[in-house]
């Protein structure tokens, strides 16, 4: 069987998606809109994303997320993790969940943010507030494509690229 790409060596058309968002910054970072993660998580909250989402926001969609070092000169992000997600304030509510607590990838995040990245995300709206449209728009990105930081569709395996 033929191996998947790896979504951070491919590119994906922008048609339906947002602009990608800086959501979180490492510690170090100085600035003015900051504010601190939850306990025990590292860096802090950009205010970027309070403003961030429009009302189709408010219903089901797809996200990704993104990590990227300017500090290193790296300005393109590389694509880590695929998501869904149609519950109240859908896409809004769960981007500020991860940048507070982490949810389910916490222990990657603060990794990433230990390691001088920033992490940015993207989102696409289903338009419409059905949960099965959200998962078949992400079932279809991870049938075709590798992810590094998600499990399904990937072997139940993990790829640590933020080195």
């Not at 491919?10 to 339906?16: E, I």
């Not at 959200?134 to 139940?156: C, D, F, I, V």
Request: charged share 30%.
């Amino acid at each position: 069987m033929r191996a998947k790409p790896r979504r951070e060596r491919s590119r994906l058309p922008r048609r339906g998606w947002s602009k990608w968002i800086k959501a979180m910054v490492p510690d170090y970072t100085a600035g003015k809109n900051l504010k601190r993660r939850g306990p025990n998580q590292v860096g802090f909250i950009s205010s970027s994303i309070r403003k961030a989402f429009p009302h189709l926001a408010q219903l089901c969609g797809i996200y990704e997320w993104g990590a990227k070092r300017p500090l290193f000169g790296q300005h393109k992000n590389i694509v880590v993790y695929l998501g869904n997600t149609c519950k109240p304030k859908a896409l809004q509510g769960r981007i500020q969940s991860y940048s507070r607590n982490g949810s389910h990838k916490a222990d990657l995040m603060n990794d990433a943010l230990l390691r001088g990245y920033e992490l940015w995300f993207r989102f696409k709206p289903t338009r419409v507030r059905r949960k099965p449209n959200a998962e078949r728009m992400e079932k279809k990105l991870l049938s075709k494509y590798n992810y590094a930081g998600n499990e399904r569709n990937n072997g139940n395996r993990v790829r640590n690229i933020l080195r």
